[in-house]
């Protein structure tokens, strides 16, 4: 079995090609200035692979015979992963322009999210301002599994190289899973570096 989502049935190619074409929207889906993902979009994908995440790891420790491995081997990822946090825009009437920049609050929704297990963001210093002032997210998986896009594209010959240099895993936003950090893109790698002396 592949996935098996309730009175839904499909066979194996069938559950492959769709996730195929929910990991080409994952990866292209915008992001708002002012507010991050749109809610509902968010909804829309994580009851897909979000579920598909959780129903493995019930599986493995429930009924781990039911599963095909080699399908969850072709995406598990369990590890360290990153991400970063841009400043948002918001109302004020205190600037000239009625509008700031602020570092939001983190949302620990429990659902999926753009992560990369690169601490240093290389494939994405092109959206990002190295000396500006982030909110950088650290997670360790611990019991929980992530879905390595890379990995699985490269398994099932559907690499995308507009993205796969961003390393994308996708991973829920587990608040016991997550260290923040606020400082800047250099300051962490430097940070990181120091750790791993």
Request: with cysteine; glycine share 4%.
């Amino acid at each position: 079995m592949i996935i098996g989502m309730p009175n839904i049935h499909f066979n194996d190619e069938q559950w492959l090609n769709i996730l195929k074409q929910y990991l080409n929207g994952w990866t292209n889906i915008p992001l708002s200035d002012s507010s991050g993902y749109n809610r509902d979009e968010l909804k829309f994908y994580d009851g897909f692979i979000g579920f598909l995440l959780k129903q493995t790891e019930q599986y493995l420790n429930e009924c781990p015979s039911a599963l095909n491995m080699s399908f969850i081997n072709s995406w598990k990822y369990q590890g360290k992963l990153y991400r970063i946090i841009h400043p948002i825009i918001v109302k004020d009437d205190t600037a000239e322009e009625g509008v700031s920049c602020k570092l939001p609050d983190i949302e620990y929704h429990g659902m999926i999210s753009h992560w990369t297990d690169d601490y240093t963001f290389k494939g994405l210093m092109h959206k990002l301002y190295p000396k500006e002032t982030y909110i950088i997210l650290e997670a360790d998986t611990q019991e929980h599994l992530a879905f390595d896009v890379n990995k699985f594209r490269k398994t099932y010959k559907c690499e995308n190289p507009y993205t796969e240099k961003e390393c994308e895993i996708i991973f829920p936003m587990y608040k016991e899973c997550i260290k923040e950090y606020c400082m800047s893109v250099n300051d962490f790698i430097q940070f990181k570096q120091c750790q791993y002396k």
